[in-house]
């Protein structure tokens, strides 16, 4: 009989948690006047108080998509750990295979801000923590190693330009659930922005 082992695949790097949100026109005047009266002239630095300025508005709720995904930079590590939490190998996306080399049914995951094209004012606010950003779990008999690891990409993509992330992770074909149970990150930065139709 095989025995089977538990394993984690954890993330560490960067997180890219962002959140989008349709604004009515009377919510992007109020924002649009807030921004030009604040001392700094960006919504970034009001932050959360944003929720108690536009009523019923809240960050994290009632959005038309939000994200929590490892960013894509140099900064991004996968580590490797057993059932007990003992380190067995450390390794970068490049050792990894594009999931969308193999299965070319597969398509990459977006996430778009385009006011001009659905004609409404969009609102996103995006932080950017570091540190363990999720695991993934895997059960297996003998140690995975890195090439058996699959990655698929997303983009979340702004009038001012793009991000990448990790949207998925597989181990051989099967595609591994995300878990936050090991997060572990601090704040880096984060910024608000409105854009509406021309």
Sequence with gaps: ???????????????LNATCHILTDEQARRAIDIQQ?????????????????LAGFYLFQDNIWSISRPLINNSLSFRLVDHNGKSIETFSMKEMTNRLDIDHTLKSEKRVILPNKSKQNMLLYYEENKGDVCAFKISASDIPTPKEFNYLKGKMQTPDGFFEYIAGVFYNDEELLISYDDQDVAGKTSFMKLWVPD
Excluded: A, K, W
């Design 1 to 15: 009989m095989t025995m089977v082992n538990n394993f984690r695949l954890i993330v560490s790097g960067f997180e």
């Design 37 to 53: 009266t604040h001392p700094e002239g960006t919504l970034s630095s009001i932050g959360y108080e944003i929720e108690q300025i």
